[in-house]
């Protein structure tokens, strides 16, 4: 059980929400709360820095742009590959024209598809 003295010096430890807007409540912490503090600082920067990092080695998929490709759905794709639908579904990974747009959705560069069947034929 806490006696007086210890539930005030617990009450008296700023949070780094307020140690940001007023540093100066830093000012007489004991080392040990100061090196906590210093703790869950480092783990929540640790914490945001890697979140930065996946956030731009994984952007988020959107639909290709370019103004001068002709974008085809798998429907779409499917009878100039004589293949299924589910095919290029299957084969996604492998297929150099396939762009992911969402989660589930994709598209199929028309430029892309032809030179990969080119390709094939040698």
């Known amino acids: 059980m806490l006696n007086g003295n210890e539930r005030a010096h617990l009450a008296a430890v700023p949070s780094l ?5 007023r540093p100066d409540r830093a000012i007489g912490l004991p080392v040990e709360v100061i090196a906590g503090l210093l703790a869950k600082n480092a783990a929540a920067g640790n914490a945001l820095s890697a979140a930065l990092l996946l956030s731009k080695s994984n952007p988020e ?10 974008w085809l759905t798998p429907d779409e794709a499917a009878p100039i590959l004589r293949k299924k639908k589910r095919w290029i579904y299957r084969n996604k990974a492998k ?28």
Not at 17 to 21: H, P, R, V
Not at 98 to 120: A, D, T
């Open 17 to 21: 929400d307020e140690l940001a807007t």
């Open 61 to 70: 998929p959107t639909a290709p742009t370019d103004e001068d490709e002709t």
């Open 95 to 122: 297929l150099p024209f396939v762009r992911r747009v969402s989660g589930r959705g994709m598209l199929c560069s028309e430029k892309g598809l032809r030179r990969w069947l080119e390709r094939q034929k040698v």
